[in-house]
């Protein structure tokens, strides 16, 4: 089909090449007001934490052991948070979704949850059918840090061997 077809004339870009600009302008502004969003999620959440922290410390060390699981998990999803800002960044300056921040997210959300999981689990332990639940889920969690693990590994892997396939070719 020629160019007269699709609204452009002798030389000139059809109107679907225009629109095809406008949107991955915009997808980028979207993605820039997502990304300072997340900062400052992650910054409120870090101040809450330090918040948290520091009122622990000024109450003394029943107070740390009380707070410290709280903290731990604000810190691990400041850490997530920022994670998915480093997604997004790449997202934008490539224009391409990477798989493997992702999977490094789904690891520290799983991580996150097996320390809560274990530093709460002896409030369940009285009660059989809940512990046997929570035992049950961090089992799950740990297979999937392990799958997720793998997963990175294979992507690395195979990105290094496509690396060195592409070096053999071109020597």
């Known amino acids: 089909m020629s160019d007269d077809k699709h609204g452009g004339g002798a030389g000139q870009k059809?109107?679907?090449?225009?629109?095809?600009?406008?949107?991955?302008?915009?997808?980028?502004?979207?993605?820039?007001?997502?990304?300072?969003?997340?900062?400052?999620?992650?910054?409120?959440?870090?101040?809450?934490?330090?918040?948290?922290?520091?009122?622990?410390?000024?109450?003394?060390?029943?107070?740390?052991?009380?707070?410290?699981?709280?903290?731990?998990?604000?810190?691990?999803?400041?850490?997530?948070?920022?994670?998915?800002?480093?997604?997004?960044?790449?997202?934008?300056?490539?224009?391409?979704?990477?798989?493997?921040?992702?999977?490094?997210?789904?690891?520290?959300?799983?991580i996150r949850r097996m320390l809560v999981i274990t530093a709460t689990s002896t409030d369940l332990e009285a009660r059989p059918e809940l512990f046997h639940n929570l035992l049950v889920e961090l089992g799950l969690l740990a297979a999937t840090v392990v799958a997720l693990a793998g997963a990175i590994w294979i992507l690395r892997y195979s990105a290094h061997r496509y690396v060195k396939a592409k070096q053999v070719e071109s020597e």
């Open 14 to 110: 059809p109107w679907t090449s225009h629109a095809a600009k406008l949107l991955g302008g915009s997808e980028s502004v979207v993605l820039v007001l997502i990304g300072v969003a997340l900062v400052l999620v992650a910054v409120l959440l870090l101040y809450s934490g330090m918040y948290d922290l520091n009122e622990a410390v000024h109450h003394g060390p029943g107070e740390i052991e009380h707070k410290a699981i709280e903290i731990l998990n604000t810190v691990l999803l400041v850490m997530m948070t920022m994670e998915i800002v480093y997604t997004v960044a790449i997202s934008l300056e490539s224009h391409t979704l990477n798989a493997e921040p992702f999977l490094i997210i789904g690891v520290i959300a799983g």
